[in-house]
């Protein structure tokens, strides 16, 4: 039990005698008692008060506890209450299945065993009482994430500035005259502002990465055609790029910010390790129930099976044959994340030589205007 709080317990009778007796029957010192004689006055105790479990009378005037249970699981507020029915009708398997079916967790038949009662409701007690733990850690764990994302955020953005001019410096080293006869120095300021520009691209990659959950942006309506052909357009021009756009592409409401991030991760990867002199990259979609189903598939190097399965796990990079330096294991672990997040996968296909394909699923939004 959590301690300084008490179990509250409602009881619901139309009868002021049999309130009286279930609380001498279930009394103890952790516990508090609210009564009801009616489904109306029920309805107004659970919505004052934080109540850990019900029992509720089904037989009563004007609403009866099916009419209550089926009230209190509409409401939001009310819907995990444990509701216990106490009734002295028959014990027929329709009559019982009905119960459930409004909400109902077990069944006390009339005249009540007190031991079975006792036992009963004590085990309710419990379980509440673990719930109420999990809640308090599951706010906990959220709490701590939030700090550790903003902790995460604030040290990668102050890094920044000291690693530009690093990088800075170096750059105007590697242009000094006097410097450029001295090959093993050149040598090592190249080496110097590789592994530096490297870091970069690594703070900037967990920058996203502690980002995404720092900035919830609104949906908005987002031509899907279009904003690949902008990525496509902004991402190929230092390259001999060949984008295609197979299938039709669909309009959908959904958080633009977080779909561009996965598609332009896909393209710019398609772009910046391929091995090929013209890079072919294919967009297309399919339609399933709830998602549609995006890829992008290439001409380039292609995935061992192995890397197939590690590629998408935080700081995890796959064997890179193309000579490009910079991954950081963050970029696909960021896209899994914002995918699963909303009921999502991302996955992969790849033949080593003959290029990749990368599926992910994005759920469809209830205001679709198809093109």
């Not at 007796?21 to 934080?50: C, H, I, P, W």
């Not at 004007?62 to 444990?82: Q, W």
Request: glycine fraction near 6%; charge should be negative; hydrophobic fraction near 40%.
């Amino acid at each position: 039990m959590i301690l300084d709080q008490l179990f509250t317990i409602l009881l619901v009778d139309d009868r002021q005698e049999n309130l009286i007796s279930l609380e001498e029957m279930l009394a103890s010192e952790n516990r508090r008692f609210l009564k009801a004689t009616s489904g109306n006055d029920a309805l107004k105790q659970v919505l004052k008060y934080d109540v850990g479990l019900i029992l509720l009378d089904v037989q009563m005037p004007e609403m009866d506890g099916f009419e209550v249970a089926r009230l209190l699981k509409l409401n939001p507020k009310t819907k995990d209450i444990s509701i216990i029915f106490v009734t002295a009708i028959s014990k027929e398997e329709q009559y019982v299945m009905k119960g459930f079916s409004e909400g109902a967790v077990d069944y006390l038949h009339k005249p009540l065993d007190i031991n079975l009662t006792r036992a009963k409701v004590k085990v309710f007690e419990q379980l509440y009482w673990y719930q109420q733990k999990l809640k308090k850690t599951a706010d906990d764990l959220q709490k701590v994430n939030k700090q550790l994302e903003r902790f995460t955020y604030v040290v990668s953005h102050d890094l920044k500035t000291p690693l530009a001019s690093l990088i800075m410096l170096l750059d105007m080293c590697a242009k000094n005259e006097s410097l450029q006869d001295n090959s093993e120095v050149v040598m090592q300021l190249d080496i110097a502002a590789q592994v530096s520009l490297q870091l970069s691209d690594m703070i900037n990659s967990i920058l996203e990465y502690s980002r995404h959950n720092l900035n919830q942006q609104k949906e908005e309506e987002v031509n899907t055609e279009e904003l690949v052909q902008q990525i496509g357009f902004t991402l190929g021009q230092q390259r001999n790029l060949n984008l295609t756009i197979k299938d039709e592409m669909p309009t959908l409401k959904t958080n633009k910010a977080k779909l561009q991030q996965v598609f332009q991760n896909l393209i710019g990867n398609a772009i910046k390790y391929n091995d090929k002199d013209a890079i072919v990259i294919e967009v297309g979609v399919k339609e399933e129930t709830d998602f549609y189903v995006f890829y992008v598939a290439d001409n380039g190097p292609g995935l061992r099976s192995e890397d197939t399965r590690r590629i998408f796990k935080l700081f995890e990079v796959g064997n890179n044959r193309t000579g490009v330096d910079g991954s950081t294991g963050v970029g696909l672990n960021l896209l899994k994340m914002l995918i699963e997040e909303q009921g999502g996968k991302i996955w992969v296909e790849s033949q080593e030589s003959k290029g990749s394909i990368f599926f992910f699923e994005w759920r469809k939004s209830e205001l679709i205007a198809e093109r």
